[in-house]
């Protein structure tokens, strides 16, 4: 569990999540993936659900959640590439966030960023890697801010409300 302070003066608390919060989990991915525009999903179905809460309660990578005044407010996760059990991948984590849209902007996704690059760095993975929407600049950016490249794009890989989207590859070396 760690502590960072927001640009609007709150203390955010970003810790590792546990059976408990698979409920207010779901509740943070459902909220953003209804947007429509930061999250491949539109909706957390059953398998996916089963799956949060497997890798939950295995530890199977990191779960991390983001608190102000006791409310999740944020989600994280690191994820073994093909699940830990490809030995090509196993130096690899793949990055997802959430974060609610009234929270956004205010320094959670920095806090969230330094707690998940300190676990990989903990757990001596290599290399974290992520995807994103061409049109999730703020994502885009702070991925950047710590040392995220893009590796690649997959041109108009997605259609957004009939307009198509590019899928931007990134990547960490740590």
């Known amino acids: 569990m760690k502590e960072y302070l927001t640009k609007d003066g709150r203390i955010v ?5 546990g059976e408990r919060d698979l409920q207010a989990i779901i509740d943070v991915w459902n909220s953003v993936a209804a947007e429509k525009k930061h999250l491949l999903t539109e909706r957390i179905t059953d398998l996916q659900q089963s799956w949060f809460r497997q890798t939950i309660k295995e530890k199977s990578g990191l779960w991390a959640v983001s608190e102000i005044d006791e409310k999740i407010v944020g989600a994280c996760n690191l994820m073994p590439r ?6 090509k991948t196993q130096h690899v984590v793949e990055l997802g966030m959430a974060i609610l849209s009234r929270y956004r902007g205010i320094g959670i996704g920095n806090a969230m960023m330094n707690f998940m690059i300190d676990w990989a760095n903990e757990k001596r993975y290599e290399k974290i890697s992520l995807s994103v929407f061409s049109t999730n600049e703020p994502a885009i950016s702070l991925y950047k801010k710590y040392g995220f490249e893009i590796e690649g794009v997959k041109k108009k890989e997605f259609k957004i409300e009939d ?7 990134m990547g960490k070396f740590l």
Do not use: F, K, L, T
């Open 13 to 17: 608390v970003i810790r590792e999540a």
């Open 82 to 87: 093909g699940a830990g059990h490809v030995g």
């Open 163 to 169: 307009q198509y989207v590019d899928e931007v590859c």
